[in-house]
């Protein structure tokens, strides 16, 4: 590493304006982070020294650069989850569209890596594969703005979901959304999206109308149905660009009720408790669409120190309390407890513990690698035996006793009216998303290594259970060992797409850091 003073006293009092060339070396001289930072980018591969600097000169001044071994920094780099995670050499908040443009470009210029950083509650571990380079953080480009009709708003790239939701609402609108009020609008949009109005209207991609993406070649594009892209980017976006704003569809809130019921069991009731769960509410996909239901498993001690508890919850739309026809039958299996809860669209989040203050909105320092599978339907005797090896191995002396497993069982119709051939989200048959989240405090290699052993040993004894041949997983919920096919579709059309549209947009594969689909 050569270390060049002149440059390096420049960088570390470096605006936008004053960036200046390197002239002489010093090898004695032990660099500041910021410095670093300027040295590991003025010596990318395919630069030469110092044109990073006079490139990026060239942003507006609103754009905010961190240095590493700063709060600021640490702060605008840290993620949700700790294993396989990325690492940036600087974090660059761009002010506006064109300055990511710009950084897109002089990433290419001088071939340095970078990647988007919008929530960061992504946490595949390809996403280890950065390890150097730039992060684009979205942060600043945050704001909806609804169309005088009514019909459309327009999301920035980097904006909160749960700074949607409440635009939204505050204007008696709303849409499909992520469930999970820390997360970006746009992660789980990407990867298809799931959210509470589904059954009603589609994932979240599917109310795109246009888009506007920066793409590999530092091409600031429009696009909508008419674009080879547009299906591409509704399910496997993360490949293909940095999304800087997309216009979707919104609705007039029609019902402003909801409701919940939450019944917690103990493991001895599993087979039964999922057996009802398919022949009351499931209904092979046919479940209400005001129904929506969900369970976690966890470890609560002073409720069962025996094994982990099951809570279960039935949420529906339209109402002040759930329908009893839907509570009965779970009621009747002699749950621990049943509470019930009341309130608007903004407070069902709440009750499942995902708001802004929820534990999994926090970035704790954790791992959290989930291993996600979707399934047509629960096999109550395959979850009894799930439930049996994630009892053993989150016992109270396991590293992994905090693990939650989640099973996500939301309203279809929405999403199956969608022609399947339409995005590049490839699993609308399925009904259920599952996904055990095997949490743990970072150790070592060898703890990594038995935590991604346990996840794929729950997730291997639901798939044995479905009778299937292959796997179907959610890309933004993947551990990151999943094959192509498994995150993208089985169809070898939809596998030669993509890899048709990689080679026309990103054939140097700059996008490839997040479940790389070609
Ligand atoms: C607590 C929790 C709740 C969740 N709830 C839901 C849910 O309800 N529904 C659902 O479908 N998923 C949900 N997820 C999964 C979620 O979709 C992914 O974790 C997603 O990657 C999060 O996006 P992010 O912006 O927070 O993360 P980030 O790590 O910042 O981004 C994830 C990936 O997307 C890329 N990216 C982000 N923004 C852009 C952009 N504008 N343009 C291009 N690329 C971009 C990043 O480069 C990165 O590769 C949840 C996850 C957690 C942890
Ligand atoms: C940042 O700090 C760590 C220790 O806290 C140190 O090992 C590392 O070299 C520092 N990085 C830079 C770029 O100074
Ligand atoms: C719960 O969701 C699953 C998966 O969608 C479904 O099979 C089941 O019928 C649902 N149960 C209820 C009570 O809604
Ligand atoms: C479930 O629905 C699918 C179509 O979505 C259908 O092909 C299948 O036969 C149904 N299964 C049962 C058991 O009704
Ligand atoms: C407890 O969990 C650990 C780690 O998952 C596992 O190795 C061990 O066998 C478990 N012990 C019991 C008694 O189940």
Known sequence: MRWLRSTLLAAATWSVASAQLPEQEDPDFTPTPAEFAVDTLSHAPGC????????????????????????????????????????????????????????????????IPFLAYNGRHGATTTLGQMTWGISIDLKKLSGVTIASNGQSATVLGGTNSKVVIDHLWANGKQTVTGTCECVSYMGPALGGGHGWLQGHHGLIADQWISAKIVTADGQLRTINSNSDLWWAVKGAGHNFGIVTSVTIKVYPVVKTNWAITTLMYTGDKVEALYQAANDHLLQNGSQPVEIINWSYWMNIPPIDPTGPVIEFYIIQEGVTAVDTAYTAPFIALGPISVTHNTGDYKAV??????????????????????????????????????????????????????????????????????????????????????????????????????????????????????????????????????????????????????????????????????????
């Open 48 to 111: 030469g020294i110092g044109d990073f600097w006079r490139l990026a000169k060239d942003l507006s001044s609103g754009t905010e650069i961190r240095y590493p071994n700063s709060t600021e920094f640490d702060q605008a780099v840290e993620r949700w989850s700790n294993v396989g995670a990325p690492s940036v050499t600087i974090s660059v908040a761009p002010a506006t569209e064109q300055d990511v443009v710009k950084l897109v470009r002089i990433a290419n210029n001088c071939n």
């Open 349 to 518: 989040s709440a009750w499942v513990g995902i708001s802004l203050d929820g534990p999994p909105c926090q970035k704790t320092g954790a791992a959290n690698p989930r291993f996600p599978l979707y399934l047509p339907q629960y096999n109550p005797s395959a979850m009894a035996d799930v439930y049996a090896a994630f009892k053993e191995g989150t016992n109270s002396s396991s590293p992994f006793a905090n693990s939650l497993f989640m099973f996500e069982g939301y309203s279809m119709q929405g999403v199956k009216a969608v022609n399947a051939a339409s995005a590049a989200f490839a699993f609308r048959q399925d009904n259920l998303l599952t996904a055990a989240l095997v949490q743990y405090t970072p150790g070592s290699a060898a703890l990594d290594a038995q935590a991604k052993a346990f996840g794929n040993q729950l997730r291997n004894i639901l798939h044995a259970g479905s009778g299937r041949t292959q796997k179907h997983t959610y890309v933004n919920y993947a551990y990151g060992d999943e094959s192509k096919q498994e995150l993208y579709g089985h169809e070898s059309w939809r596998t030669s797409r993509l890899l048709q549209l990689k080679n026309k947009y990103d054939v140097s594969r700059r996008f490839n850091f997040y479940n790389p689909a070609a």
